[in-house]
């Protein structure tokens, strides 16, 4: 369990600098320009996600249940992660009108696919694991909020149509390769029960 939360420490926590000290942020940007900020930022967040992933497959090994889901559950999680991958492929693109309403679709992604994930998984490592993103992404969508409300950060302007489609295109292919087997291969779990 302890690589798990160290995992989680080290890639939400650099993805926490801007939320928690904007100003150490920025001092290292300053310091050191902004490519080296990206760059110490992506090899803390890639350390940190193998970390995690390898944590979690650990602690799965010898898990601690406080509840198992019933069956539908999981069907009800393959349903919502249809949004879930529009979304992430949305923040990954230029505004169109998804992108400009939702705000933030990244975020708007992690807190569906962690509140699913926590419905279908009664297990310690997935609490820590799901319930740490989840509180994250609504920490910093608060934070994002406030950095509006400031004039440090501004909304998406709507876009041409094709990024939407795009968006949606994309997330459909995402999701079915999901489904097809690269969950499985990269989890180690089928999305759905029994397979």
């Known amino acids: 369990m302890i690589w798990l939360i160290v995992g989680l420490v080290l890639f939400l926590g650099i993805h926490s600098v801007r939320i928690a000290a904007p100003g150490f942020r920025q001092a290292q940007i300053d310091q050191r320009g902004l490519n080296a900020w990206k760059g110490i930022y992506s090899v803390v967040a890639i350390i940190g996600f193998v970390i995690l992933v390898w944590g979690y497959g650990l602690a799965r090994l010898d898990p601690v249940v406080f509840w198992v889901a019933p069956a539908w559950i999981s069907h009800l999680v393959a349903l919502g992660m249809i949004p879930a991958m529009i979304l992430l492929v949305a923040s990954q693109v230029p505004a169109g009108r998804i992108k400009a309403a939702v705000k933030h679709p990244m975020l708007l992604a992690v807190k569906i696919w962690a509140l699913l994930h926590l419905l279908a998984n ?3 490592a997935s609490l820590l694991l799901f319930g740490g993103f989840l509180v994250w992404a609504v920490i910093d969508r608060i934070s994002e909020k406030r950095r509006l409300r400031a004039g440090i950060a501004s909304n998406p302007v709507a876009g041409p149509v094709k990024w939407d489609v795009i968006a949606i295109v994309g997330g459909l ?7 097809g087997g690269l969950h499985k291969w990269l989890i180690g779990v089928s999305p759905f029960i029994g397979k």
């Open 173 to 179: 292919v995402l999701y079915v390769l999901f489904v």
């Open 122 to 124: 009664g297990d310690l």
